[in-house]
């Protein structure tokens, strides 16, 4: 099996019901596209969103608790997520390890929740600069993917996404190269620890737009994209998904 080809759209805290109109435009516009589409939505709009793209668009989650259920004010349980329609779910995005204080051994039990619930987990890793001009990626990606990652994982029920924490809504990227020294490496670390490894989908996000998804997806172990900013609107999310479509 290759890895899959997935367009992740991660609406972060954007979009009302009005949004949905975007939808619309992207399912006109890509009625066949050659790749998995998914976007994340505030909690607020997964369900809707999902009765609006009767499936063409897989819809997601942006975090959920490890626990089942209980007494967690303002928490979402995979379960929930599942039963409004979501697929997959977000988790371990460095800006819930900055807001919420998230550690990897959260993120993994989150990830066990959501493969328990029948989630895909899309888990999120990434260097900040300070670590990255300290020469640290490659030590703090392996670390990250081995605590945040489950035992339970799978090609099938969990998708890795690098997004280097300083190219992430600042329109800056790391080099080709760079990228490809970060996907070979998560793509070494997952076949080394579990049985399909080479299976997984590889994302990277972090400033992805119309203009550089070509050159992004031709590079090695790159199997797609986790898009904040473009992916908010049809003209920009969906030229993001032909590139991807074409790859
Ligand atoms: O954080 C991201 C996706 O999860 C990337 O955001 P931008 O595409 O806006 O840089």
Same mark, same amino acid.
């Given at each position: 099996m290759a890895p899959r080809k997935l367009a992740a759209g991660n609406w972060k805290m954007n979009g009302t019901l009005a949004a949905l109109a975007e939808i619309d435009r992207l399912l006109a516009d890509h009625p066949a596209p050659g790749c998995e589409v998914l976007i994340c939505p505030p909690a607020t709009l997964i369900h809707p969103m999902a009765a609006r793209s009767q499936g063409r668009i897989a819809v997601g989650g942006q975090d959920c608790h490890a626990? =089942?259920?209980? *007494?967690? =004010? /303002?928490d979402i349980a995979a379960a929930q997520l599942r039963d409004a329609g979501s697929s997959h779910v977000i988790l371990g995005h460095s800006e819930r390890r900055t807001d919420h204080a998230e550690t990897d051994e959260q993120v993994r039990a989150k990830a066990a929740a959501a493969h328990e619930a029948g989630l895909v987990a899309v888990i999120c890793v990434g260097e900040t600069e300070v670590q990255r001009d300290a020469g640290q990626t490659l030590d703090v990606i392996s670390a990250q993917l081995a605590g945040s990652? &489950? +035992? /339970? %994982? =799978?090609a099938a029920n969990t998708v890795i996404a690098y997004e280097p924490v300083w190219a992430i809504g600042t329109g800056r990227t790391p080099t080709s190269d760079q990228i490809a020294e970060v996907h070979a490496l998560m793509r070494e670390r997952l076949s080394a620890r579990l $049985? +399909? /490894? *080479? +299976?997984f989908a590889l994302l990277y996000g972090g400033s992805v737009k119309p203009g550089n998804a070509a050159e992004i997806f031709a590079? &090695?172990?790159?199997?797609g994209a986790l898009v /904040? $900013? %473009?992916?908010?609107k049809a003209e920009d999310f969906g030229p993001i998904i032909a590139a991807l479509s074409a790859a």
């Open positions: 626990k =089942t259920s209980g *007494a967690h =004010t /303002g990652v &489950p +035992d /339970g %994982a =799978t $049985g +399909d /490894g *080479a +299976d590079i &090695p172990h790159v199997n /904040g $900013g %473009a992916s908010l």
